[in-house]
């Protein structure tokens, strides 16, 4: 919890006015992360108020000036402090935002203050919900459409975000069941010469979908929910042919699908089904003879009503926070690449 100490101070100036005094206490949060490398969100939060008097004391901010501009900035940092509380890391860009966001429903994309926003409570009372401003976007899209098109580099959330929502679905007797599917393809390692049968030589691959299911339903329930079906994990050739009705489907790595095999995905689509397709474009596994089928997907869909498109970035990483300065270390460098082809 935040604490405030507060003084308020006579100023004798020509207009009579009054200074007053407040210093926050940053004890719930890594004061680095408030204050910024070299007191970069600091500055960010010097120039949005400049009438104040804005001092780093520690693990303390410091404030004076005029009453009025001390409450609009303790409200701006309360949000800020319980954005950090939840995520334990927040980009300079999403620093900016929240300081500057007058509207309450664009506030809402970053800080939480509903708590029936959390999507599912998981084992020991861990709760998951949508922790950046396009996983939000992306459980809004869900709610409204029937297929979700999540696309966006590694640790952005997309695929614990598709997860999440499908359990809920599940919960809440909106589905009967959960098919989660990722095309097989090699990433630079041979199938072939993985031990053991079809079955342990495919799951390694579908791995990150047991871990996020891990996170969401207890072990026990979920060995049930696996051996009555209910949940089903399968590599993505085992849905040719089906009709997938009253079930939440992910199709996830889609980016390592060719034209035909997306198409026969989204054609297996039945009534009273949801489907989230996941992708990252720039991990792209598939023969250099082979175009991804993705990108054609989400260019010919692109306007169909009960379709939705949400693009994630390196702003929505929720891994550990150099993944996102490798991301964009990457980004600048094929950018780069791009402009001397051209």
Known sequence: MLTWLHRTEPYHSFKHQTLTETIINLDTVN???????????????????PLLKILSRGTQVKLSGAPDQIVEAKEKIDLLIQYLQRNGHMSDNYFEQILGGDDESAIDHFVDRNPNDVLVFGPNGKTVR????????????????????AIGPAGTGKTYTAVALAVRAL?????KKIILTRPAVEAGESLGFLPGDLKEKIDPYLRPLYDALDDMIPADKLGYYMSTRTI????LAYMRGRTLDNAFIILDEAQNTNDLQIKMFLTRIGPNAKAIITGDPSQIDLPKNQQSGLFRATRILRNIEGIAHIELDEEDVVRHRLVKSIIKAYNKEDEQNAAQQK
Do not use: H, S, W, Y
């Open 31 to 49: 004061p680095i992360e408030f204050f910024g490398v070299n007191n970069g969100k600091l500055d960010i939060l010097k120039k949005k108020f």
């Open 232 to 235: 089903e994990i399968a590599p």
């Open 130 to 149: 949508a922790r950046t401003a396009n996983q939000k976007m992306m459980v809004q899209a869900c709610d409204k459409n029937d297929i979700l098109f």
């Open 171 to 175: 919960k809440n007797k909106v589905v």
